[in-house]
């Protein structure tokens, strides 16, 4: 069972920026493609971005591209993803998710693709 602690959430005025940070466990994280995304009141969940096992491959959602850099450190079991320009409109409740792969270069962008996932964190941007 892999378990991921996200952080670095918090209030931030329009702008802005924050960096997301998405401590897994060490023994299994580094066989993980991982994603981020998120929550918004009343939404439905959705994909912000992904980066595969061997971090070589990432995808952005159409919303967010030129906003994010999803990346991540295997040596620290982490995957991050840094915010920039945040809007009012990216208030959510972020979460990672990891999804156990055999092949390192792949990505996966659906929510049923993960097997874990992470208790979130609170961004809110204020205008």
């Known amino acids: 069972q892999v378990q991921l602690v996200e952080s670095g959430g918090g209030l931030v005025q329009a702008g802005g920026s924050l960096r997301l940070s998405c401590v897994a466990s060490?023994?299994?994280?580094?066989?993980?493609?991982m994603g981020w995304f998120r929550q918004a009141p009343g939404k439905d969940r959705e994909l912000i971005a992904t980066?595969?096992?061997?971090?070589?491959?990432?995808y952005y959602a159409d919303s967010v591209k030129g906003q994010v850099t999803i990346s991540r450190d295997n040596a620290k079991n982490t995957v991050y993803l840094q915010m920039n320009g945040l809007k009012p409109e990216d208030t959510a409740v972020y979460y990672c998710?990891?999804?156990?792969?055999?092949?390192?270069?792949?990505?996966?962008?659906?929510?049923?693709?993960?097997?874990?996932w992470g208790q979130g964190t609170q961004v809110t941007v204020s205008s």
């Open positions: 998710a990891a999804k156990a792969v055999t092949i390192g270069s792949n990505y996966y962008t659906r929510i049923i693709d993960y097997d874990h």
């Open positions: 060490k023994r299994t994280y580094s066989n993980y493609a």
């Open positions: 980066i595969s096992w061997s971090g070589t491959r990432t």
